[in-house]
Each structure stands twice: as C-alpha cells, then as structure tokens.
C-alpha cells in the first residue's frame, strides 16, 4: 500500500509541475516512467501561469505540493548562498495554511508521550488552539501548580508524511541533477539532505527544548531578551509545555520613545548572541518577538537556531573588517576559507570582483550602507566560483536581515555601527590579549607547539614511505581529462576510418572481380560496401558532435534578474542540450 501511495503522490507532484510549466523536467532520459506518464500534455500550462516569472511559479509549486514542500520552500529561502536573491525573496513569502486537527487528537499525543491524562496535568487547557501549523499547534493552558502555560502538540502523522515526501524529494533532486547543467555547483542532493536534517530537528520537540535552555542561561545576566521557561517534566519528542508570555506584538507599539527604547534592546540582544555568544536566534521576525509589561523584548519559537564555532566566528569578523576597511584581497581570501569551494577557482578574479563591489559602496557611511544588498551580492559571488558555505552562515544571513528591517522600519536614524563598536573593540582586545589565558595568542602558541612537534615525524614518515615505495600520486585536472577524452576519440576515429577504407576497398575488389551483368549480384555486394562505409563516416561523425555532449538543460538564463522562464517546448520538440 505504501508504494501505491507513493506513485500516486509522485503522479501528483508531476501533474503540478507540468500545470506550471516545468513538464521538460521531466521527461530526461533518466526521469521515471511515472513522471514521464504524468506530465503529458493532458494537462497543460494555462498563459496566466505561463508567463508568471520563474520564482513566482516555484514558490506556487511548493505551496500547492503542501507540508514538506512548504518548509522545503522556507528552508531554502535562508540559503542565499545556494539560491538568487530573487528566488529566496520569493520563497519567503510561502505560508502555512493548515486546519487545526481534533482535540482528541491532543489527547492522544499527550497520552502517547506521558501515560498521563490532561486532566492529570492542566487545570484547564483552551480546546481552541491559539495557532495551528504544519508541524504542530499550541493550546494554552493551566497546570495544576496554577501557572499559565502553552502546550505544543505535533501533527499526528506529520513524520510519516514528510518521509514519504522526503524519498520523493530525493527522486526528483537526481533528477534534476541528471538533466540541469547548473546543479553541478547547486547540489540538489545535497541541499535535501540539508533540508532533511533541519526538519528531522524541528520534529524533535526536545531540541527546541535544548535551544530555549541555552538561550535562557546566556541572557540570564542581562536580563534580555526573556525567553520562555520550559517544563521539564513535560517535555518530549512530540509535546513540549512551556511558559506562557503575555504582552504586545511589536506592531502595536506606536510610541516612538518605545520604539527606540525596545529597538535597541533588540540589536543589542542580536550582538550579545553573535560576538559573545555566538549562538543565535535564526527568525527574530516581528511575528516571534513579544514586548512584556516594562517594554522588556521576549523571543519566542527556537526552532531555527544558528550556531558558530570559534573558527567560524573568526572568520566571519575578518570578513565584516574587510568589507568595512574596503581590503577586496583580504575579502576575497576570507570568503574562500569560509566555504567549501566545489572547483578550483581563481582568486584574483574574485577579488576583482569583490573590488567592483566596494568601489560601488564608496564614498557611503557606514549607516548609509545596505548590509543586506551586500550580503546578497557577496553570496552570489559565492555561487558564481562554486562555493558552498555552511548553512549557519546563511541563517545568520537571514537573522541579520531580519533585524535589519525592524531597525529600519522602527528606529531608522539609529546608527548600527556606533553600537555596534564597543562589541568590536572588547573582540579586539580579547583576540590580541597575551594576558588570557583563554585568548587566541595562547591559542596559537599551542597549536605552534604542536605543529612543530608533529612535522619532522610526519616528513620521517613520507621519506621511508617514498624509499620503501609505498607512494603512490595521484594527478587529476581539466586538461587531463581533455587528453583522454582526445585519445578515446582518435582511437574511435581511426578504427572507423580504418573500417570505411576496407569497405571502399573490398567493395571495388568486388565490383571489379565480376562481370556486372551476371544477375547484379557483384554491384548488390560492392554496393552493401559502400553503405557500410557511408554509415561508419557518418557515426563517427555524430558521435563526436554528441558523444562527449550532456544533454542536460541550462536555467542560467532563467535565473537572471527579471527574466521570465520561456514557455515549456511542444512535444515534438526536443528539450535544449
């Protein structure tokens, strides 16, 4: 019954993309049979859908698809580093509009995971839910000690399906790894078992349970962000309790002073969690930001997280130091040791692009700079030379938008650099501090020491392994693989030629031998010659044209800014190589 299920829902998800105009994805010789049955022209692309752009057809898509395809969707909005900004943009805007499913259902799950009865539990408990998703939805409620308390719930069902869903997605990514030139730098694959892995954390409740912890114990001495207190004995894979925080939403602050007062308690918060902690909150949009009695700002949903090792921290503040001291060389090295490059790349045509970049912001303040325009044409540098950062570097993408666009719509005169400096100058003089012992110039020495006492054995060791002939070299690049891919053509192309010229040959023996006369069987023969050696010509032919060719389609046209997506080829014609 499964497998049934599943080629139904791979039916579906063709019969989807075909209605918007993406049926050539699914007719490459590697495509499944079901995909191929699926997207033929019984349903066909209407002109409105048609002519949407690109983006805008994807993001409907994957809302039509549901659940899976949804989070899918926002979870590659983040990737800026993977995806062009329009199509993040884009994806953004997917939604979740998904009914509530029963009280009983509540019920269950409570009983599922603790043995134990509401009614064990609560006081009361609202059977109305105050918001229902995807994943799970949220009930308020009192415990039986009297506090007021929100307990979240998952969807039942909701793991099963997104498996289902999953294999489904990683069917279709090798597809398109198998039919789209450009997935050679994206990595479909790659990028579901990213998504995969992200969505198996957001259904394990307790994870989230862990995240609220830490962030509570690191903005304990400061007293904010507050973060909601999390019910131990209540808390499992598919249900979680925790604090209930009653106050304003941050659009229904209307006092200026408010707003600046709660504006700079948001942007010192998001700097505590980056340079101090650097653990932070992936989606302070306004929606998980709640102002309490005292204008004191709370976090709520911990689901996306991002988290940065000293390393990656590092890294990321001399990237940020570059940028701002306008060092394109220092900028360009810097990305490239961020990521994970797919290809050897050239690093002085990054630098001169990145050049090109800062000379565009020059002669600009540092409040007068669009971090998120920066951010955004660095990340698409980063697809253009193949590399792949880590995927916290793209959370912190989105958080920092994100803040970015509350400071801009509530405190637009507040100068983000000058408070952000004092955080700058505590790094700087913690980084280049001999004095601590948990600084990095002790860091350094350590790490000096070892070095020096690892190399003479490791170059003891390579020596006996080379006079022992125990080593072995192995040489890959480009050029080489043209040699050989040139050898296996001229091996091809002599054989044929050698093939032709005994067919000719024999075939004017033959002609020549017999009368023609005597019942044309000479002339049938000599002619046979001859069309075997007219068709060895022109495979050979062809076969050099298309042989070493993948016939793959290219999108790099439909990615470009402002470019709609042609409309899908008729039947009988064949899809772009």
């Not at 699914?26 to 019984?42: D, H, N, T």
Request: hydrophobic share 45%; with cysteine.
């Amino acid at each position: 019954m499964g497998m049934i299920q599943d080629i139904r829902r791979l039916r579906e998800i063709a019969r989807v993309m075909n209605r918007y105009g993406f049926a050539n994805l699914l007719r490459g010789p590697r495509a499944p049979r079901e995909l191929a049955e699926a997207s033929e022209p019984e349903v066909s692309t209407p002109a409105d859908l048609r002519n949407l752009p690109t983006p805008r057809r994807v993001r409907l898509v994957l809302a039509e698809l549901g659940t899976t395809f949804i989070k899918f969707g926002q979870i590659l909005s983040t990737r800026r580093d993977l995806l062009p900004p329009e199509f993040c943009d884009e994806l953004e805007l997917l939604q979740e509009n998904v009914p509530p499913f029963p009280f009983s259902q509540v019920r269950q799950q409570f009983r599922d995971a603790f043995n134990k009865e509401l009614e064990e539990v609560f006081q009361s408990l609202d059977e109305s839910p105050l918001a229902s998703a995807s994943i799970a939805q949220v009930h308020k409620g009192v415990l039986k000690t009297g506090e007021t308390v929100v307990l979240k719930v998952q969807r039942p069902g909701i793991e099963q399906n997104i498996q289902s869903d999953m294999a489904i997605l990683k069917l279709v990514a090798g597809i398109l790894q198998s039919t789209i030139k450009e997935t050679d730098l994206y990595d479909p694959m790659g990028i579901v078992e990213e998504f995969q892995k992200a969505v198996t954390e957001e259904l394990d409740f307790r994870i989230e349970a862990d995240n609220c912890r830490r962030f509570a114990a690191n903005a304990k001495e400061r007293g904010f962000p507050v973060v909601p207190r999390i019910y131990d004995d209540w808390c499992a894979r598919t249900v979680i309790v925790m604090e209930y925080l009653e106050g304003r939403r941050l659009h229904e602050i209307t006092d200026p002073a408010e707003r600046k007062q709660i504006v700079r308690q948001i942007l010192d918060g998001a700097f505590h969690q980056l340079f101090h902690d650097r653990f932070f909150h992936g989606d302070p949009h306004p929606g998980n930001i709640i102002v309490l009695p005292g204008n004191r700002v709370a976090l709520i949903d911990f689901g996306l997280v991002g988290k940065l090792s000293q390393q990656m921290h590092e890294t990321l503040l001399v990237l940020v130091a570059a940028v701002a001291l306008k060092d394109a060389d220092s900028a360009a090295r810097t990305l490239y040791r961020m990521g994970v490059p797919q290809k050897r790349i050239q690093i002085s045509g990054l630098r001169d692009e990145i050049a090109d970049i800062l000379h565009n912001y020059s002669g600009m303040s540092l409040q007068q700079l669009d971090p998120r325009a920066v951010s955004d044409r660095l990340l698409r540098l980063a697809i253009k030379y193949g590399i792949r950062l880590p995927r916290d570097y793209a959370i912190l993408a989105k958080s920092t938008a994100a803040v970015e666009g509350i400071i801009r719509e509530f405190d637009p005169g507040l100068d983000i650099a000058a408070e952000a400096m004092p955080f700058a100058r505590e790094l700087l003089e913690n980084r280049f501090d001999p004095s601590r012992a948990d600084g990095d110039w002790f860091k350094l020495a350590l790490r000096l020491s070892t070095f020096l006492q690892d190399v003479p054995m490791q170059v003891d060791q390579v020596l006996i392994d080379m006079e022992a002939g125990k080593t072995a070299f192995t040489v890959q690049g480009s050029a080489l693989d043209n040699i050989n891919h040139s050898i296996r053509w001229l091996g091809l192309a002599a054989f044929g030629g050698l093939a032709a010229c005994a067919c000719i040959i024999g075939g004017f023996m033959m002609l020549a031998r017999f009368d023609w006369s005597w019942r044309y069987w000479p002339l049938v023969w000599g002619g046979l010659a001859f069309v075997s050696a007219w068709w060895l010509f022109w495979f050979v032919l062809v076969w050099s044209y298309v042989g070493q060719r993948s016939w793959r389609i290219s999108l790099r046209r439909w990615l470009k800014p402002g470019r709609r997506a042609p409309a899908p080829p008729r039947e009988d014609n064949p899809p772009e190589g």
